[in-house]
């Protein structure tokens, strides 16, 4: 009994440990992806201390999901800006409910009795190994250890309603929650260092499609770096670029938002050039929503899909910058299919 409410008073510290960082990084920062963490942090070290002043379960076990939700939006914000194109894999929660098939399954067969409880710990379990998934997907070897933690965490609740409040079940959740909690915070200091230094990974031939705050991070840590940017911001130039305004107004270096054709050839010829002096050529568009207040989809995609093409054959890179909340999920999902 004793081993029991020491494993839940550390559960619940490193919960509230890590809950107060990820606080302080939100205030700090200015970050959605750090408060949403934060708050799922706590509302584990919240169930675990109802847990141990002997609260009904049935009351507890709701805090389970709110802290399994506060992961899966932390996991979604930071996929969104560091790895956009793993945002496809976000359906995947729709697979939630398939935790209650499970264990109506295994109890049918296995003629065992169904427990009251549980049914949302199996939930929130599912729901953290789907967000394990998608972090993998989106930033492969470097999130390893949370996807991990993540698995060992949602494994855990997804069985809770077999293995209970067992000693078992708490140190699952203790080994899963202090190497999460670790490798979450690790992880993401790192992330918060390469935003502010503008260090960026090395930038792969084909096409790369990021929200806007991600591709100002891009584009700051390339301004010592020969670049062609298409863009509508005047401000933005350095002595290393070839800049292209996109307007409908004449003047120097200015061109029309209809001319995607145009557009494609000097990008083409930027890419091939960098390629016949041994260098790699980067093109940058970051006026892709006002493209489409004058070209209809299918043309925009076309235009992407030849700069695309030709990223590839040229070893060159195009980086487009994107407003998600600018187009429809079945647009972004396409848009989304271009990167490489």
Not at 2 to 18: A, M, N, Y
Not at 201 to 224: C, H, Q, R, T, W
Request: hydrophobic residues 45%; aromatic residues 12%; neutral net charge.
């Amino acid at each position: 009994m004793l081993e029991v409410k020491s494993t839940i008073i550390l559960i619940g510290t490193v919960s509230i440990v890590t809950g107060g960082y990820f606080l302080y990084a939100s205030l700090k920062e200015k970050r959605k992806d750090a408060l949403y963490a934060s708050l799922g942090w706590f509302m584990l070290g919240a169930y675990y201390l109802i847990r141990y002043h002997g609260i009904h379960k049935s009351v507890a076990e709701m805090f389970l999901y709110f802290y399994a939700l506060g992961m899966a939006f932390y996991t979604v914000e930071i996929i969104e800006d560091y790895a956009p194109t793993a945002l496809r894999h976000v359906k995947c929660y729709l697979l939630v409910p398939l935790s209650h098939i499970l264990y109506r399954t295994i109890t049918m067969i296995l003629h065992m009795r169904r427990v009251p409880v549980g049914g949302i710990a199996g939930d929130s379990g599912f729901m953290l190994i789907i967000s394990a998934y998608i972090f993998w997907k989106g930033l492969g070897k470097e999130a390893m250890l949370n996807s991990v933690a993540m698995l060992i965490l949602g494994i855990d609740l997804t069985l809770y309603k077999f293995i209970g409040d067992s000693l078992i079940d708490l140190v699952l959740i203790l080994l899963g929650a202090l190497i999460l909690s670790v490798s979450t915070i690790r992880r993401y200091k790192t992330l918060i260092k390469e935003v502010k230094k503008g260090e960026i990974p090395d930038i792969n031939p084909g096409m790369k499609i990021v929200p806007d705050a991600y591709f100002e991070v891009l584009l700051e840590s390339l301004e010592d770096k020969p670049l062609l940017l298409f863009t509508r911001d005047l401000s933005k130039k350095s002595e290393n670029w070839t800049v292209f305004y996109v307007t409908n107004t004449q003047m120097e270096n200015g061109i029309r938002p209809t001319e995607l054709e145009k557009m494609t050839h000097l990008a083409v010829r930027y890419m091939r050039e960098a390629r016949m002096s041994g260098g790699r050529g980067v093109v940058a568009i970051d006026c892709l929503e006002f493209l489409k207040l004058y070209n209809d989809f299918r043309s925009i995609m076309k235009f992407l899909h030849a700069l695309r093409d030709y990223a590839i054959a040229e070893n060159g890179t195009v980086i487009v910058a994107y407003t998600p909340e600018a187009w429809e999920e079945k647009e972004k999902a396409m848009l989304m299919n271009l990167a490489t």
